[in-house]
């Protein structure tokens, strides 16, 4: 199974931007929903955003809504992480995710999807310092 791939991490000061994107071949796209989750130094990884096959449903996390911004690319297999008005907070290990339903993201959305299961990538560092 070919695993998602993510890209454009990196080190930004506070309140600049950053934009990430994975690259997921490994199925068909469109058919799955795509996630992006956050794991900071010795906590759990926690969903960040979330966008449906066709990307007519979105869902963010408390702590970044109005920051970052999802978006999915079907016919170049790619989704994408906008990141704007970073905080030193955000600074974490960013993973992508594909699953083959909607409703999963939408039933662990209230615990931060800890725990669950899909197809993912191995993670791109963010580090937001000055």
């Known amino acids: 199974q070919v695993r998602p791939v993510e890209s454009g991490g990196g080190l930004v000061q506070p309140g600049g931007s950053l934009r990430l994107s994975c690259a997921d071949s490994g199925h068909t796209f469109a058919m799955y929903a795509m996630g992006w989750f956050r794991q900071a130094p010795g906590k759990e990884r926690v969903l960040a955003a979330a966008?449906?096959?066709?990307?007519?449903?979105?869902l963010y996390a408390d702590a970044v809504k109005g920051r970052f911004t999802i978006s999915r690319e079907n016919n170049k297999n790619t989704v994408y992480l906008e990141m704007n008005s970073l905080k030193p907070e955000d600074t974490a290990v960013y993973f992508c995710v594909a699953v083959n339903a909607w409703r999963t993201f939408v039933e662990c959305s209230g615990y931060g999807c800890i725990g669950m299961g899909g197809y993912w990538g191995q993670g791109a560092q963010v580090t937001v310092s000055a």
């Open positions: 966008i449906s096959g066709n990307g007519g449903d979105i």
